[in-house]
């Protein structure tokens, strides 16, 4: 199922991201934490691409396996800056070959001391671009990646809802957040995000924080606002580790709670390939999510 129609039949729908392993790492560990995230139910699960295409391969392998073994819509992360058209087309002849409907599009980032050359006709430097390649071949639901604080080369956060608009207008049927910490914000991005005719489902990406490690390259990566809320619980227990990940999977639950309750279209859960603390949020939110089912469904 294309997961635009799936937000549309299950709102909110709850969803996980999983990563394939380094490049001499098992794919076992990969299966076993779905072995365990299956029995939550989950309205689909996305497949992390590595920086330059590197995981490509075993990307589409999970991909293909959480769609025909695991049964659930699964939702294959592609990159386009480090990939000629051929590249792309060739993953996306795989995927299509193994059932896999919906394409999470994405520019990517350079690696370190590249010289890309992007006036090879050969060549995408914007995820729109990719987009725009996706949809005239037909055949996939199609994401694209949002920015409630902005994406960090954008000028404001309205230079960066232009863009986005223009990843709706050439094609993005749904788009899934980057991590945030404060709901307020998304709340504001999403009045922003209407107001300029973004109408598109939008699914709020949350990040349950268990260790000082997580935080240190969150901030590294994507300058995100840290609320004073969190400040605090960050500064208590940071040489805590187990008080730090009791309270950030805590910090999670009430952020997916508010979601829940605002009335959001889906939370998607950036696992870290870990099962247990998705397991413990699923756990506390089991009845609001009979709750809203059963709203749905009156």
């Known amino acids: 199922m294309y997961i635009s129609e799936k937000v549309k039949k299950a709102k909110p729908t709850i969803s996980f991201e999983i990563f394939p392993p380094k490049k001499d790492g098992s794919l076992d560990t990969i299966y076993s934490t779905l072995d365990e995230l299956k029995g939550l139910h989950p309205d689909f699960i996305s497949v992390t691409y590595g920086a330059g295409g590197s995981t490509r391969g075993t990307t ?78 037909g055949g996939f639901c199609i994401g694209a990646a949002c920015y409630p604080e902005k994406h960090s080369e954008s000028k404001n956060v309205w230079d960066d809802i232009v863009h986005l608009r223009e990843k709706v207008d050439c094609g993005a049927d749904f788009l899934i957040t980057q991590l945030f ?90 696992t870290m390939n870990k099962s247990q603390e998705t397991i413990n949020i699923l756990k506390s939110i089991s009845t609001i999510r009979n709750v809203l089912g059963e709203v749905e469904a009156s």
């Open 60 to 137: 589409v392998e999970i991909s293909s396996k959480v769609q025909n073994h695991y049964k659930l819509p699964a939702l294959a992360h592609l990159t386009c800056l480090t990939s000629e058209k051929s590249e792309i087309d060739g993953v996306l002849d795989r995927l299509e070959e193994n059932g896999v409907k919906n394409i999470l599009a994405l520019r990517g980032d350079a690696p370190q001391n590249s010289c890309l050359d992007f006036s090879n006709e050969f060549r995408y430097e914007h995820s729109t671009d990719l987009i725009r390649h996706i949809k005239d071949r």
């Open 181 to 270: 910490f404060d709901n307020e914000i998304f709340y504001k991005f999403m009045e922003k995000s209407k107001s300029m005719g973004i109408d598109v489902p939008v699914i709020a990406g949350i990040l349950p924080v268990v260790n000082k490690k997580q935080i240190d390259r969150i901030v590294s990566l994507t300058g995100c606002t840290f609320p004073k809320k969190f400040t605090r619980i960050i500064e208590r227990y940071e040489h805590k580790p187990e008080a730090l990940k009791e309270a950030g999977i805590a910090y999670a639950t009430e952020q997916i709670i508010d979601l829940l309750s605002w009335g959001v279209d889906g939370v998607h859960i950036y």
